[in-house]
């Protein structure tokens, strides 16, 4: 109960928290240097159906782009089968953007030369009207949750030579991305193998400074369109209160805002505190231990630094194989970087790729 009212406490802070703390802006990343005699990857744009999204009281995209990358050899091996990761993008870019954030294919193209097993990269796009999606479950924003473990995989595995195992699929995500790989890994092993989390935001309630500038612009909305020119972080809190505290009632924003007339909202904060991994992911202990691997890293000026290191304390006191590293650089300075040197690696490793699947 004291643990609940200390998460509650942090709820309200962050309900109310200057910039600067929770979800950091994607930006372009230092990108490393083009490795020689790399073949090049095919680029496919594509659509797909997302049949967990229909009906969504926002009224986002159903038909949402996802952005495939075959290995070098897929073209000329016809029988050939190969493992799939899925790479989700942050808050406030989508799929193309996030293409340059870690600058695919090059980064592909230079793990592979470096002794990277081949992989299809899948990168599915889950912006909505308020800038993401949380990767979560929500009447208001659709199922994003169940649209990349399951409309995504489904249509990935129906379409390309895929092997269509657990242990050959692997799940990374940077920021908010970093988010839905922690709350789609732990509810889903049966559909991934190995989880790679990087820079991971929204871990856990985040205590600040009240800010009632920040309360007030968002009480401010009252249709969609008003929250079009809103700043980053009021715009942030919209995207988590659509996903977090969803309300079919209260058209037309069909959500529910941590604060009213200011005040913190109890039980609207007591639904983010839910959705909260540090909170959740004891629920879930039996299904990490399946994963052939789990790592999370993080830049050490990250303002998530915290988070990550939370999260990993807690695999370590069940006992659950982990790394996790803090290296040199912000939140997205290294983004390139890790994608291209320690994230496809670690797939190369932790992923079945052929007849040892088991």
Not at 34 to 61: F, Q, Y
Not at 81 to 94: D, E, K, N, Q, T
Not at 134 to 159: L, P, Q
Not at 289 to 307: K, N, P, T
């Amino acid at each position: 109960m004291k643990m609940m009212k200390r998460l509650l406490a942090r709820a309200i802070a962050l309900a109310v928290i200057a910039p600067g703390s929770w979800l950091a802006a994607q930006v372009q990343t230092n990108v490393p240097d083009v490795v020689p005699g790399a073949k090049p990857v095919r680029v496919e744009h594509i659509k797909v159906h997302g049949t967990s999204l229909e009906g969504n009281l926002e009224g986002d995209a159903v038909d949402r782009d996802v952005i495939v990358f075959l290995p070098p050899s897929y073209e000329k091996d016809k029988k050939r089968r190969y493992p799939v990761v899925y790479a989700l993008h942050g808050y406030s870019i989508g799929a193309e953007q996030w293409t340059h954030e870690i600058h695919v294919p090059q980064t592909i193209e230079g793990a592979f030369a470096k002794g990277s097993q081949e992989m299809i990269v899948v990168l599915p796009d889950s912006k909505t009207i308020y800038n993401g999606s949380m990767y979560s479950s929500s009447v208001t924003t659709g199922d994003f949750e169940k649209f990349i473990w399951h409309d995504v995989v489904t249509y990935i595995d129906a379409h390309y030579r895929t092997i269509a195992d657990r242990q050959s699929r692997g799940l990374v995500g940077h920021s908010m991305g970093g988010y839905g790989a922690s709350r789609i890994g732990m509810k889903h092993p049966d559909v991934f193998g190995a989880l790679y989390i990087m820079s991971p935001c929204c871990l856990a309630p985040m205590g600040g400074p009240p800010n009632p500038a920040l309360a007030k612009a968002v009480e401010a909305v009252k249709t969609p369109a008003d929250s079009a020119n809103l700043p980053f972080f009021p715009r942030a809190q919209l995207a988590s209160a659509a996903a977090w505290s969803p309300n079919p009632k209260n058209p037309p924003l069909y959500l529910d805002l941590p604060t009213k007339d200011g005040a913190p909202q109890q039980d609207v904060l007591a639904k983010w505190t839910a959705n909260a991994p540090l909170v959740f992911v004891h629920q879930y202990i039996g299904g990490l231990r399946r994963y052939q691997g789990i790592a999370l890293d993080v830049g050490d000026q990250d303002g998530l630094r915290a988070g990550a290191g939370q999260l990993h304390e807690i695999l370590d006191n069940y006992g659950i194989a982990n790394t996790f590293e803090v290296y040199h650089g912000n939140h997205t300075s290294a983004v390139a970087d890790r994608f291209q040197n320690h994230v496809l690696p670690f797939f190369s490793k932790n992923l079945c790729f052929g007849g040892d699947c088991k």
